[in-house]
């Protein structure tokens, strides 16, 4: 696979940087395109090329897709609370962006995307551990643009002969413990880096919703799922695709559920200091425990997260590097 060179939208956030280390370990080459919205420069490596330009950019994306094998898809907006209020946003981000990708492939003439897809798209569980058959029921704009672009694969796949890895993660945390990515979000949404600032001191205190949950402690429970191991199963992914592996849909998840107070005991254990917490009511549409049932990755792509330990998972993300 060495000769292949892999193009990776949205290559300098978060996960995309984190795939992108693992893809240059592999010796793939790498093109990272990225319009530095939420990407940061502290991301890119020397070893790949960079494109600094956007989705919604036809003509950069044709220039960019010459000579590319297969194309990783990171770019796009996350924030499920600004998905309802700017919905436009994320249509034309999310939606728009994804038809430009795909219509870029096919006059190219490239086969093989792997997605990032979302939790999201299940919506409220209707069970746990969620599988891939669970309903698809997305309850804000950020899961519904997901869904929508898992619809778009699947066409793209039986009218064009797209093949592609829809990945479904569950809550991506953690950061590379050898310190490759040295990048922190600006503005978190998520629980993981909002600790992160709190521990800076660049927040005052962390808001924990919901005490009163049908879970052992009352708190929320959710699967954090390592970026490393999510950079791992894209490399599976991507080879399964380039040896020729037909279309795939997969959680990534641990299977396990953790919940809020877990990860701040965990937080201030690492950091050996108690972390100010206000406890608030509970968030509308905030399900009470989320899970995945992450085996069908481990069968078709023989994936196996290796971070399983929350403490591992919580000191990788707070360590300085
Ligand atoms: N972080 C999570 O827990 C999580 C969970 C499920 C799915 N996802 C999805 O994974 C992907 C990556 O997430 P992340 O956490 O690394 O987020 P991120 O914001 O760090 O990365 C997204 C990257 O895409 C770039 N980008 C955004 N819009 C673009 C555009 N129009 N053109 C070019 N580049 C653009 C940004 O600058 C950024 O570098 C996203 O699609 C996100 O929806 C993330």
């Known amino acids: 696979m060495e000769n292949k060179k892999i193009l990776v939208l949205g290559g300098a956030g978060y996960i995309g940087a984190h795939v992108v280390s693992e893809l240059l370990k592999k010796q793939y080459k790498v093109l990272v395109y990225d319009n530095m919205s939420t990407g940061q420069k502290e991301n890119l490596f020397d070893k790949a090329e960079f494109i600094n330009a956007d989705i919604l950019d036809v003509s950069a994306l044709e220039k960019a897709m010459d000579g590319v094998d297969a194309v990783i898809f990171f770019a796009g907006k996350k924030a499920v609370g600004e998905s ?22 096919c006059a190219k003439g490239i086969k093989n995307i792997i997605f990032s897809s979302s939790a999201a798209v299940y919506g409220i569980p209707q069970y746990v551990p969620v599988d891939e058959k669970h309903p698809l029921n997305p309850i804000n704009f950020y899961g519904f643009t997901k869904l929508e672009t898992e619809r778009l694969l699947e066409w793209y796949d039986k009218l064009k002969g797209i093949k592609y890895a829809a990945l479904r993660y569950f809550n991506a945390a953690g950061y590379d413990p050898d310190g490759r990515v040295k990048g922190r979000e600006q503005n978190p949404q998520n629980l993981l880096p909002i600790i992160a600032e709190v521990a800076d001191g660049k927040r005052k205190c962390l808001q924990v919703f919901g005490t009163d949950y049908d879970t052992p402690d009352g708190t929320c429970l959710r699967d954090y799922i390592h970026v490393n191991d999510l950079a791992t199963a894209h490399v599976l992914a991507l080879e399964a695709l380039l040896d020729g592996h037909d279309s795939m849909t997969l959680n990534l998840g641990t299977g396990k559920g953790v919940s809020v107070k877990e990860i701040v005991a965990a937080a201030e254990k690492f950091l050996g200091r108690k972390l100010p917490v206000e406890y608030a009511p509970r968030r509308p549409g905030d399900p009470a425990i989320l899970y995945a049932k992450a085996d069908r990755a481990k069968q078709v792509l023989g994936w196996q997260p290796k971070f399983v330990n929350v403490d591992e998972v919580v000191s990788s993300f707070l360590k300085k590097h």
């Open 84 to 105: 309802m209020l700017n919905p436009e946003l994320y249509a034309r981000n999310n939606l728009v962006g994804a038809v430009n990708v795909l219509n870029t492939m």
